[in-house]
């Protein structure tokens, strides 16, 4: 789903948003990887409230129909993979068992 296909009455208001939220996202991600451990969770524990406002924003773009079904499926079901490597990259942080560098 591209949000240049959103009506262009809401393209550069809730378009925009979901592109900045993405880009943001990916930059967390991104710093993450490179962060020393003690800088590494609090990215992440952000990056989990940057996809908890994505999913919010597809619903309501779904909501109004901009969307079809399986265009929300697909992003969603994009939205929860990261959200899974978040937890499971946090739950090896808390453990300890992660060095100072995650292998991608």
């Keep these: 789903m591209r949000t240049a296909d959103l009506p262009k009455s809401h393209r550069f208001t809730v378009g925009q948003r979901l592109d900045n939220l993405t880009l943001d996202a ?3 991600v991104t710093e993450a990887l490179y ?3 003690a800088r590494k969770r609090p990215l992440l524990v952000a990056l989990n409230l940057h996809l908890e406002l994505l999913r919010v924003l597809w619903r309501l773009v779904h909501d109004q129909r901009w969307i079809s079904q399986q265009q929300l ?3 969603m079901g994009r939205v929860d993979e990261i959200g899974r490597m978040t937890g499971g ?3 090896q942080l808390e453990s300890g068992a992660m060095g100072s560098h995650l292998t991608i």
Excluded: H, I
Aim: charged residues 10%.
């Design 26 to 28: 990916l930059l967390m």
């Design 35 to 37: 962060s020393p451990p």
């Design 73 to 75: 499926v697909f992003v």
């Design 89 to 91: 990259w946090l739950r």
